[in-house]
């Protein structure tokens, strides 16, 4: 059962590279969401999609932009990176609202 | 604002041994309340959910407790195992949907053999 995929585990970006952040799940999740998640802080909402073709903002959403074409694939782009955006990005999803998350591995991003 | 605060931020317990994990929230007004763990390295597992309406929920050798009116969550772990060493988050819901989860920063817990 591979559940969310996030792929890569790591990646260092200079600043003002560009990226995109790969997640896939295969459980036909209707909600996906993007979380980072910095040392000493809870977990934050950058964006999240209740089903195909739809996206909206979450808590966090400058600097970052998704898509949602299919529903087994969420991924997150990331132009222009800043420093500020090195952290740790996880990818959930879950089959209805409300109901519990499944997490992938997450993605490590250093900008420097 | 909704924030979630979970004292103390580790926490080291002998093997075998009963403990409680405690989870605060500033505003009561939430439709539910999920605890997770977090192993090194890796995401997030859900452990339990517990809608608003509830007490407590159990999971084998978990439970969890709710009490609204004065905003506060324990996660109580029975019998203790290294195996139960890792970081337990608590997220409160504003709403129906997980878009408006509110997640505490997590209780790094060691399980000492």
């Known amino acids: 059962n591979a559940g969310v995929t996030q792929t890569p585990k790591f990646r260092i970006l200079k600043i003002g590279q560009s990226m995109t952040l790969q997640c896939a799940q295969d459980?036909?999740?209707?909600?996906m969401y993007w979380y980072r998640q910095d040392p000493g802080m809870g977990l934050k909402l950058i964006y999240y999609?209740?089903?195909?073709?739809?996206?909206d903002k979450g808590e966090v959403p400058n600097g970052y932009n998704v898509s949602r074409s299919t529903t087994e694939y969420f991924p997150l782009r990331l132009e222009l990176a800043a420093p500020s955006q090195t952290s740790v990005y996880f990818c959930?999803?879950?089959?209805?609202?409300?109901?519990?998350?499944?997490f992938g591995n997450g993605t490590r991003l250093t900008v420097t | 604002k909704q924030e979630v605060t979970q004292i103390p931020a580790a926490l080291s317990v002998p093997e075998g041994e009963n403990l409680v994990l405690n989870c605060s929230f500033t505003?009561?007004?939430?439709?539910?309340l999920q605890w997770f763990r977090q192993d090194p390295g890796k995401g997030l597992t859900s452990l339990l959910l517990?809608?608003?309406?509830?007490r407590e929920q159990t999971s084998g050798r978990l439970n969890a407790s709710l009490d609204k009116s004065s905003g506060r969550s324990t996660l109580y772990i029975a019998a203790s195992q290294p195996g139960d060493s890792a970081t337990y988050l608590c997220?409160?819901?504003?709403?129906?949907?997980?878009?408006?989860?509110?997640f505490g920063t997590g209780t790094r817990l060691t399980i000492i053999p």
């Open positions: 505003d009561s007004a939430i439709y539910n």
């Open positions: 459980m036909n999740h209707n909600y």
């Open positions: 959930a999803s879950s089959p209805a609202a409300g109901s519990p998350l499944h």
């Open positions: 517990i809608q608003s309406s509830q």
């Open positions: 999609s209740v089903g195909a073709g739809i996206t």
């Open positions: 997220a409160v819901s504003e709403n129906f949907g997980n878009e408006k989860l509110t």
